[in-house]
């Protein structure tokens, strides 16, 4: 385990922006608006302020306010921030990240988990975080070998809280991060307190009887779940069977970087929330310096079999832990109460936002926090 600091090196900036003035653009059909993907001229635009206005060095420098490490766990390097807080009775708490996201999604809860009394908090309520980013994702990057799947991403977080000399901690994730959470939950039972999630994958099990008691609110998220599946999962389908050929476009073009990212941001968040355009091109940034567009693609690669069996009416391995989830209205399907209930029994605790969508951290980053401290201080 040793100490880390993001430092690019500057021919790389260079190099980027050589790379962002030499973007040959594709032509647009007049018109369809956001229909067939990225509209031309908001990219044209968005990519004009990561070449121009955009400072890099700045958002290296908030990164690394936070004490970062790298450590070697089955063969592969993980990068994580450990912050502890002053509060000596903190309970240890992992948060992850997912796709297309990166530890930059948690600097604005950081200090909120970690020193709740110089935010207006109770001090019982503090965490210490350990924050890594997924193999083959960012600074954990880039694999070297196939097989991390899911479990064995779970086993890899559990002995790194050993090493941290954490016997016991709590467990929270949206995205790719609800799955490796709820697994830390299943897999080590004995250690894990609690997992909290802003993201919970349920489906219909293909049981007629289970829908007779359905809401006209569960039918709409049924029907955003068909949306998702018809016309905004192509991504996924594509890294799920071929995420070395679309990595060799996404490593080359810091556009195609840009676009492939820069859509999910568009369409998987509440219309009313506001995302900095800088956070969002520190997350672009962090993929493009990295080069992992391809490796962090593998990571759907090895958990299709899952997704396809979760898909097909299987239930998920049992856990044995309690769980929090916390929804909010504008993810890419927010799940159905009765079919969460049915494959996670252990729920004891379930909030409705009325607002934000897929990257709670970074839309609601106070309501997030509270439903956090809320679901373990019920744990304590």
């Given at each position: 385990m040793r100490q880390f600091r993001i430092e690019i090196p500057q021919e790389d900036l260079d190099d980027l922006h050589r790379?962002?003035?030499?973007?040959?653009?594709?032509?647009?059909?007049?018109?369809?608006?956001?229909?067939?993907?990225?509209?031309?001229?908001?990219?044209?635009?968005?990519?004009?302020?990561?070449a121009d206005d955009f400072d890099w060095r700045a958002a290296e420098d908030r990164l690394n306010a936070h004490p970062q490490f790298l450590t070697e766990i089955d063969g592969a390097t993980v990068h994580f921030l450990h912050v502890r807080s002053p509060e000596?009775?903190?309970?240890?708490?992992?948060?992850?990240?997912?796709?297309?996201?990166?530890?930059?999604?948690?600097?604005?809860?950081?200090?909120?988990?970690?020193d709740p009394r110089a935010h207006g908090g109770d001090p019982a309520d503090a965490f210490h975080l350990v924050i890594p980013s997924i193999p083959g994702y960012g600074f954990s990057g880039p694999l070297t070998e196939t097989g991390w799947d899911v479990p064995r991403i779970a086993n890899a977080w559990a002995e790194l809280m050993t090493r941290l000399g954490y016997a016991e901690f709590a467990a929270q994730g949206g995205d790719a991060g609800s799955p490796i959470s709820l697994a830390l939950g299943t897999?080590?039972?004995?250690?894990?307190?609690?997992?909290?999630?802003?993201?919970?994958?349920?489906?219909?099990?293909?049981?007629?009887?289970?829908?007779?008691?359905?809401?006209?609110?569960?039918f709409a998220r049924l029907a955003a779940l068909g949306?998702?599946?018809?016309?905004?999962?192509?991504?996924?389908?594509?890294?799920?069977?071929?995420?070395?050929?679309?990595?060799?476009?996404?490593?080359?073009?810091?556009?195609?970087?840009?676009?492939?990212?820069?859509?999910?941001?568009a369409e998987w968040t509440d219309p009313a929330s506001v995302i900095d355009r800088d956070t969002l091109l520190t997350i672009v940034s962090i993929y493009w310096f990295t080069r992992t567009a391809g490796s962090s693609g593998q990571f759907y690669f090895e958990g299709a079999p899952a997704v396809r069996a979760l898909i097909e009416g299987n239930a998920p391995p049992p856990i044995g832990v309690p769980v929090g989830v916390a929804v909010f209205p504008h993810d890419l399907f927010p799940p159905i109460?009765?079919?969460?209930?049915?494959?996670?029994?252990?729920?004891?605790?379930?909030?409705?936002?009325?607002?934000?969508?897929?990257?709670?951290a970074l839309e609601q980053p106070g309501a997030l926090v509270e439903d956090v401290r809320a679901f373990f201080r019920s744990l304590r």
């Open positions: 790379r962002l003035a030499a973007t040959r653009w594709p032509d647009e059909l007049p018109g369809v608006g956001w229909t067939r993907g990225h509209p031309l001229e908001p990219l044209r635009e968005l990519a004009a302020h990561w000596p009775d903190a309970v240890p708490l992992i948060l992850t990240h997912g796709w297309p996201g990166s530890v930059a999604e948690f600097l604005d809860v950081i200090g909120p988990l970690t897999i080590h039972p004995d250690r894990v307190i609690g997992v909290h999630v802003n993201m919970l994958m349920a489906f219909p099990s293909g049981d007629p009887a289970e829908m007779a008691n359905l809401t006209d609110d569960d949306r998702f599946d018809a016309d905004r999962s192509a991504y996924m389908k594509l890294m799920q069977t071929r995420p070395q050929t679309v990595a060799y476009a996404l490593t080359d073009s810091p556009v195609g970087q840009l676009a492939w990212i820069a859509e999910k941001f109460r009765a079919f969460a209930d049915r494959d996670v029994p252990t729920i004891k605790h379930w909030t409705e936002f009325a607002g934000g969508g897929h990257f709670a």
